[in-house]
């Protein structure tokens, strides 16, 4: 049974950072995509950063330079680092795992990922 619990999430102000963790367990992370995606309110979820065996990374444009995803086996701890954090990053952050996708340009879609943790709330004040 897949069981994702992410924490780490807060108040900061506008240039600061926040370090997100992700404790991941009942899947093998090998055949698993993992990412981080976010969701403020009234806006859709969006896809931030996502992995793939530990070295192979993606991010979405608005955070490329900004933000930093790893993974730690084999406990499967996700983690997202988040420097020079700005309003507009502000949101619900969620660690989410699929199965490896049919194709890889999905690797950002959330639609695409089928388990997800509670998420964590990330304010970024200017």
Same mark, same amino acid.
């Given at each position: 049974?897949?069981?994702?619990?992410?924490?780490?999430?807060?108040?900061? %102000? /506008?240039? =600061?950072?926040? !370090?997100?963790?992700? &404790?991941?367990?009942?899947? @093998?992370?090998?055949?698993? +995509?993992? $990412?981080?995606?976010? %969701? /403020?309110? =009234?806006?859709? !979820?969006?896809?931030? &950063?996502?992995?793939?065996? @530990?070295?192979?990374?993606? +991010?979405? $444009?608005?955070?490329?330079?900004?933000?930093?995803?790893?993974?730690?086996?084999?406990?499967?701890?996700?983690?997202?680092?988040?420097?020079?954090?700005?309003?507009?990053?502000?949101?619900?952050?969620?660690?989410?795992?699929?199965?490896?996708?049919?194709?890889?340009?999905?690797?950002?879609?959330?639609?695409?990922?089928?388990?997800?943790?509670?998420?964590?709330?990330?304010?970024?004040?200017?």
């Amino acid at each position: 049974q897949v069981r994702l619990v992410e924490t780490g999430g807060g108040s900061v %102000q /506008a240039g =600061g950072s926040l !370090r997100l963790s992700c &404790a991941a367990s009942g899947f @093998s992370y090998e055949n698993y +995509y993992m $990412g981080w995606f976010r %969701q /403020a309110p =009234g806006k859709e !979820r969006e896809g931030v &950063a996502f992995i793939f065996a @530990s070295s192979i990374t993606e +991010y979405a $444009g608005s955070v490329k330079g900004r933000f930093a995803i790893s993974q730690v086996s084999p406990r499967n701890t996700l983690s997202l680092q988040m420097n020079s954090l700005k309003p507009e990053d502000s949101g619900m952050y969620y660690c989410a795992v699929t199965p490896r996708l049919e194709r890889w340009s999905w690797r950002l879609d959330p639609k695409k990922y089928n388990y997800w943790g509670q998420g964590t709330q990330v304010t970024v004040s200017s």
